[in-house]
């Protein structure tokens, strides 16, 4: 008996035991299904969320960087539009540039400019993209000059150099010429304007001191090329003002001045050249200054210095300074200034700053 009663509550035990494990394997699923499962769930939700948002933010960013492009290429396509509307515009310095060339027309045929006034335009509205410049120009002299004046106006070409009102009048033999000049300028004008002009034209008419319009262009010609020797003159360009000088006198030897100006820069460049201690080329320009005015003395001046460089002997020279003369020269060299005067091939006691002067043996 007692050992069915020990036996009963050994199966007792037992199943309060089983019964125990189970209540606690129920709260422990519990507890997982209640807290970590939700976790776990709201953690993918939170991925799927994450890359959904991520495909949004790159599909954005792909239609940023294509309306970027779109946006760049329609500003290059503007730019492209307003760069060639402005071409034809011209800059301030291109419009100061054409009534200087038409100052220069006037000059090469012989016409007078009696007046280039601006004028204001009427009901001028302000306009920040370009500008119009009026101008009211008389000129007078020969008709067939007037007519060459204006054919000279190449720059007319151009859509924004316009002539309007052109009037042609003859009284007593002289003619008169009245026009408007019309200039468009733009602070957007890209320069081009004034490029590949068409070239100069004169008209087949015989003028009134009977020259062919051939010869009256050659007369042109020339004039326009003499203009162009104060830039390289100012420069010290010897070549380039000597080959100006020969196209001037191939086309007209007689040219006004033109075998003056070409002995003084023969002798400027002998001088030059000397100095840089190119002898043979120094000599070659100043004994062919020497042929062109064989009585002018600085030519032979240069040739002598060319002696005493080239054959040193007992000679002693002198850098010409800021206060001397010849007087004060020959004095310090205890020689007369006519020995002076001949050893240097000088005609005159003019001497220059910088004259290298040949003292000869008292």
């Known amino acids: 008996m007692n050992q069915l009663i020990l036996t009963i509550r050994e199966n007792l035990l037992t199943v309060i035991g089983v019964m ?8 422990y699923l519990a507890l997982i299904s209640g807290s970590v499962v939700p976790l776990w769930q709201n953690r993918a939700s939170l991925n799927e969320r994450l890359d959904s948002a991520m495909a949004i933010q790159s ?9 970027a492009e779109e946006q760049q290429a329609q500003i290059d396509a503007a730019q492209s539009r307003v760069d060639s509307a402005t071409a ?27 007046e280039v006034a601006a004028q204001p335009l009427p009901n001028k509205e302000p306009n920040t993209l370009y500008d119009v410049r009026q101008f009211e120009v008389q000129a007078v002299g020969e008709m067939t ?4 004046f204006l054919a ?19 009284q007593n ?4 010429l009245s026009f408007q000049l019309i200039l468009y300028t733009s602070p957007f004008a890209t320069g081009d304007a004034l490029n590949n002009l068409p070239a100069t034209t004169v008209i087949d008419v015989d003028d009134a001191n009977g020259n062919s319009s051939e010869e009256a262009s050659s007369q042109n010609e020339a004039q326009l090329l003499a203009q162009q020797l104060d830039l390289p003159w100012a420069a010290e360009n010897w070549p380039a003002v000597l080959s100006i000088i020969d196209q001037i006198i191939e086309i007209d030897p007689n040219f006004p001045e033109i075998r003056e100006k070409q002995y003084g820069a023969l002798v400027n460049f002998g001088y030059q050249l000397m100095n840089n201690g190119n002898w043979e080329s120094a000599r070659t320009q100043f004994e062919t200054a020497v042929v062109i005015n064989p009585l002018s003395g600085e030519a032979q001046a240069g040739l002598s210095q ?8 007992s000679n002693t020279t002198h850098t010409v300074q800021s206060g001397d003369t010849l007087f004060s020269i020959a004095q310090r060299y205890t020689v007369s200034v006519d020995a002076l005067r001949a050893a240097n091939g000088l005609t ?14 008292s």
Request: no cysteine; charged share 15%.
């Open 20 to 27: 125990f494990m189970a209540l606690l394997t129920v709260a």
């Open 59 to 67: 599909e954005q960013d792909a239609v940023l960087q294509l309306s």
């Open 88 to 114: 034809v515009f011209l800059t301030e310095a291109q419009a100061a540039t054409v009534l200087e060339s038409m100052n220069q027309y006037a000059m090469a045929t012989s016409v007078s400019l009696v």
């Open 145 to 148: 000059r007037l007519l060459q």
């Open 152 to 170: 000279l106006m190449r720059e007319t070409a151009v859509s924004t150099v316009s002539l309007n009102d052109v009037t042609l009048s003859e």
């Open 173 to 176: 033999g002289r003619g008169g």
């Open 306 to 313: 060319l002696d005493a460089l080239e054959n040193p002997v």
């Open 348 to 361: 005159g006691n003019n001497i220059s700053v910088g004259l290298v002067l040949t003292i000869p043996e």
